[in-house]
């Protein structure tokens, strides 16, 4: 038994919306004896009489009534799915679910995320805040698209890395501090100062306090927490002052955190991790792509503060 067609069904349902044989060539944009073919093609490979002709005009039988019911399911199934094919040639349709450090997720991923979610409406947003090794585990197992991190070393053969911006440590301040004028500030500066450290679980902490050994400068270490937006946030209520990661301290500075460049440079590299072994998505992509053009302005309108490449 012949199979039916694509091409002979859309003749059928031609007809049965129009009830000629010269509506349906206008509905399907061809002449009027090629539907009659795909007509008479259509009635001979079902075996069923389809329609009586009375005059011009084509009265379906029953038979033609009952499938026409199942081909218009049909035909509602593969409008939808030419719909979900049109939403995702727009990135309108799908999701995405990005792992981030507590740095950017502050302010600077909410704000991108919202843009995201504006130019892609509809699909689907996830942000999960964990610390760098935990995005990266996670992204390693397929559990995030993508993750935002500072630039450790990583070893993991699931995972694979791009610098997002290789940038640097700044001093932060409280209002009205004595160094407020000055243009940079260097360890020196900081002499007797009480100073919000970073937990001692991070590379980085070892980083700063080797600075201040190798300058011979004391300070009072009476603060420490993980966390950089904790240590802003102890600077900005006037408990000390500190050195942190850029963006974080750019968000601090719409508070009133007086931010300055440090001296001698301590680098900070902000990454971007994607499983290995996992094709990005167009979502993925159009997401790096705004990433990075929200990074290059920042660059533009920070001062000098963060810097995109070292």
Do not use: W
């Amino acid at each position: 038994m012949a199979k039916l067609t694509y091409r002979q069904i859309e003749a059928f349902r031609a007809v049965m919306i129009s009830g000629t044989t010269s509506g349906a060539a206008n509905i399907l944009c061809i002449s009027q004896p090629a539907v009659s073919r795909l007509l008479s093609d259509f009635e001979d490979t079902v075996g069923v009489n389809m329609f009586e002709r009375h005059k011009k005009r084509l009265v379906p039988t029953p038979e033609a009534r009952f499938f026409y019911e199942e081909v218009e399911r049909a035909f509602v199934s593969l409008e939808q799915l030419s719909r979900a094919a049109e939403e995702l040639r727009g990135f309108h349709l799908g999701s995405l679910r990005i792992g981030s450090m507590p740095a950017v997720a502050v302010e600077f991923l909410p704000t991108l995320l919202r843009r995201f979610s504006d130019e892609h409406a509809g699909v689907s947003l996830t942000l999960q805040v964990r610390s760098t090794q935990q995005v990266a585990d996670l992204v390693a197992s397929q559990h995030f698209d993508l993750g935002v991190i500072s630039g450790i070393h990583l070893t993991d053969p699931a995972i694979e890395a791009e610098t997002l911006a290789d940038s640097r440590m700044v001093c932060v301040l409280p209002p009205g501090h004595r160094l407020g004028v000055r243009d940079s500030v260097t360890p020196g500066d900081l002499e007797g100062e009480v100073f919000v450290s970073l937990g001692t679980e991070q590379d980085l902490r070892y980083k700063i306090d080797n600075v201040f050994e190798q300058a011979g400068v004391s300070r009072q270490l009476l603060i420490d927490t993980q966390l950089h937006y904790a240590a802003c946030s102890f600077v900005l209520a006037g408990s000390g002052v500190s050195i942190v990661d850029p963006i974080t301290a750019q968000h601090y500075a719409k508070l009133g955190l007086v931010v300055k460049r440090f001296e001698p440079r301590i680098d900070y590299r902000y990454s971007i991790i994607f499983p290995r072994h996992r094709s990005r998505s167009g979502l993925t992509k159009a997401f790096v792509a705004l990433l990075q053009e929200e990074l290059a302005a920042l660059q533009r309108q920070s001062g000098g503060l963060f810097e995109m490449a070292g």
